[in-house]
């Protein structure tokens, strides 16, 4: 038996932002959506743009990934993950033992092609596109959150835009955020 889309269809089990009061709750597989519609859209942007030649789909499908292990290990919150470089160091190791178990879970046929998107190289101008949405549709989950009143992701929000704010160094992310962003501020009646 082959279990790996059994496991990704629960990544919609899966919640984020566990401990906060959230007046809408998210889970990975929505969160991985949503970064994925923003890598695709910073991967066309820096091609179209800014003299790119990214694969712009392979770009969302490693954003479609990039959660995966969190079907093992659940969303372990950011201040639990980074406390220090110890916990942040084995927590990666376990996110690294995680992947690799789900990915055994595919035909071998299919492992190589899953692996080069769910182990992305770090060091890859495509993760690090991937990496800017992630902070960025975490930024947006944040002004959703203000705007309905929540006032428990203040402090998440400021630290999430100074976040965005270092990858604003790559034009597209600029971009993306200069043309984009503010709209998330607005209510529907607003955006037409």
Known sequence: MNHFFAYMARMKLIRRWSL????????????????AQIAHALALIKNRLFGGHLN????AAIALYHETSEVLTGDLPTPIKYYNPEI??????????????????????????????????????????????DKISAYIKCVEELRSGNREF??????????????????????FCDIFLD??????????
């Open 20 to 35: 906060m009061k959230s007046v809408s709750e998210e889970n990975i597989a929505e969160h991985s959506a949503q970064v």
């Open 56 to 59: 712009a789909d392979r770009v």
């Open 88 to 133: 942040r160091r084995a927590y990666k190791d376990i996110e690294g033992i995680a992947n690799e178990k789900l990915i055994s879970m595919l035909p071998e046929e299919l492992q190589a092609d899953y692996r080069a998107l769910i182990v992305s190289d770090p060091e890859s101008y495509e993760h690090m596109l991937v990496k800017a949405a």
């Open 154 to 175: 203040a402090r998440a929000e400021a630290a999430l835009r100074g976040e965005i704010e270092k990858y604003c160094q790559y034009d597209e992310v600029r971009y």
């Open 183 to 192: 709209t998330f501020r607005k209510t529907l009646d607003e955006l037409e």
